[in-house]
């Protein structure tokens, strides 16, 4: 039986991050934005109360890309996701397991949002990171990692939000669960990235040894594929084994624009560098538009949803359309992600290729990308995008005495060569080892006393028309 719990406090902060590069992704650029960061504090039945924490980047223009809305209404809309979840999960009344506390009010969450104009992947922001928190509180609580709980399903999951899936099958994939010791980094190139040269993508300061690459799309296929074509010969240069996957960031209009893009893939010789290494297409058209629109002969080159990702019954939805991925973010949901996971798992067992992947939009050093890594190795991630290392200055504005903790903690993930405490990149992979450690892979919790209060959202009407 799982453990039962209680929750008794919540609390939300942030710390201001300065990007050290822009990050241009879809139709946005990215050059600073906050960082949250979840307290949670918990009573677990016959063992007594214990604390757990959670971290990720509040970004703009990701989870609600509607054109109307400002970079800082959408952040705000982020926000809103976890004042309402925070109400919901504290009125939960009683006794229940970390899974039952979120399928309680992950309903209700959902709706609550759409009543304030929030959409469904936003929605979403507020119990991931609460749940998060919750969990590593859990496993403090009871005195064990993150590996070894969720194989033994101390969460309570269960298939009551996807019902095409059986208990059995939820327990089979957690069971069998053999987290993996590296996770090879995929090395993301924005679109103001710089290709050629010095902190080119075959720099190898700039790239860490990586062997996998992930190229963001502007949803013009000329332009994409002119970059793309720079883009292969400098992986040509690199003299290694290289794979690459796209994403568009919902900017290809339609199927027209999108197989435009594929026609060059496949009869121009100038891409072959990229095509003959290409695993993926990410997430190419906008998720209102990737419902209406089954992929037909496209679906041979591999296409996996992102931001479609918005509810437990996507990726059936997606399968259907002739999708045969889905990402794994913790952003979106830790226990959506084990769900898809096991799909996919069950889906391939007759032979056909369904996979669950690694992306990182939102995850800094320490809290974030630590519990997002353990993620990915427990379910099966053997790459994973990481573009919080070059992005950001390793702890970026983090107290040092906090950076140093950390580094202590997980001397296997942090080192510091000279430029600060960053991610400790071998060969390519992040290993997971330290991330074996009681509590939801963290030793260390931030120093509290350091951040701020989670800033109060602003209505749609407080702003400048």
Known sequence: ???????????????????????????????????????????????????GASAELLVPKWFDKRPELSPAQTVDGLRRSLEIARGLYLAQAGLQTAFGLHASCIGDQVAACAKENIPPLAAAYGPAEIDKAILDALLRGVETNFFDGMAGNIAGMDTRLSPDLKDADLTTFLTGRKPLPRVAIRHTVGLDDTVEGEGGVADARENAGASYFKLKLSGDPAADAARLARIGTELDALGRDTKVTLDANEQYADLAVLQALMDRLDHDAALHPIASRLLYVEQPMPRDITRQSPLGSLAARGFIIDEADDSYDAFPAARALGYCGISSKSCKGLYKSIVNATRAAKWS?????????????????????????????????????????????????????????????HPDLYADAGQGIRLSIHNGDLLTGSLNTVGFATSVHPDWTALRPLEQPRSLQEYPA
């Open 1 to 51: 039986m799982a453990p039962r719990l209680k929750l008794r406090d919540i609390a939300f902060f942030e710390r201001p991050v300065q990007f050290a590069r822009p990050f241009r992704f879809g139709a946005i650029t990215l050059h600073a934005t906050p960082q949250l960061f979840v307290r949670a504090e918990i009573e677990v039945e016959g063992r007594g109360s214990a604390v």
């Open 349 to 409: 067992a007759s032979g056909a290729r369904f996979f669950v992947t690694g992306e990182d939009l939102t995850c800094q050093a320490g809290l974030a990308v630590q519990q997002d890594l353990a993620l990915g190795a427990f379910i099966g991630v053997p790459h994973a995008e990481r573009n919080g290392h070059h992005y950001v200055s390793g702890f970026g504005e983090t107290p040092l005495a906090e950076a140093q903790a950390f580094a202590a903690a």
